[in-house]
T-cell receptor, first 117, second 116 residues
């Protein structure tokens, strides 16, 4: 088990460009989450998947943000037409949600840092 | 909607001294509570969690936290800090929908500085 892997670790782009981040969760985990963390703030929930189904996406920051998890394994987060305000750390986490509907423990990746010039 | 407040943005503690980081939550039902630590360049690491039962929970690295329903608090403590404890600490509460826990709501974090 290599943990949650995120790529790239750092991305510098010009305003208006599209960027895509990839997250590889822990292999047996069925849930995958995306968070954004700006400087001096706690992580902010964006969206999550259970297997390939995106169960919550209303908190994606704008329609420029989209996420996919096509085969229920890795996920991508795409930001179109980037703006300087999109500069942040994008964190991925995964968990194993069983039949018990209680809380589950999220394991986080190291994050992908985006800088928009 | 649930929320988490960490009143202290920065805390400075001398190495070997005791530590308490404050966390207050707002949630209508019994909360599921977590403390995570984040070191520079590292992901968030779970220190401990409270789901139910004993209100004093033990975690990794010698940390413990106490759930106090009457005060809506879940403060993190350590009897003697080490220089390696310098990091950002986040308190979080689980979010719920009909399908169970959806994710976590985090506080803004407390930056812990250790003085030699």
């Amino acid at each position: 088990d290599t943990g949650v892997s995120q790529n790239p670790r750092h991305k510098i782009t010009k305003r208006g460009q599209n960027v895509t981040f990839r997250c590889d969760p822990i292999s047996e985990h069925n849930r995958l989450y995306w968070y954004r963390q700006t400087l001096g703030q706690g992580p902010e929930f964006l969206t999550y998947f259970q297997n390939e189904a995106q169960l919550e996406k209303s908190r994606l920051l704008s329609d420029r943000f989209s996420a996919e998890r096509p085969k229920g394994s890795f996920s991508t987060l795409e930001i179109q037409r980037t703006e300087q305000g999109d500069s942040a750390m994008y964190l991925c986490a995964s968990s194993l949600q069983g039949s018990y509907s209680g809380a589950n423990v999220l394991t986080f990746g190291a994050g992908s840092r985006l800088t928009v010039l | 909607a649930q929320s988490v407040t960490q009143p202290d943005i920065h805390i400075t503690v001398s190495e070997g001294a005791s530590l308490e980081l404050r966390c207050n939550y707002s949630y209508g039902a019994t909360p599921y509570l977590f403390w995570y630590v984040q070191s520079p360049g590292q992901g968030l690491q779970l220190l401990l969690k409270y789901f139910s039962g004993d209100t004093l929970v033990q975690g990794i690295k010698g940390f413990e936290a106490e759930f106090k329903r009457s005060q809506s608090s879940f403060n993190l403590r350590k009897p003697s800090v080490h220089w390696s404890d310098a990091a950002e600490y986040f308190c979080a509460v689980a979010e719920y929908s009909g399908g169970g826990a959806d994710g976590l709501t985090f506080g803004k974090g407390t930056h812990l500085i250790i003085q030699p």
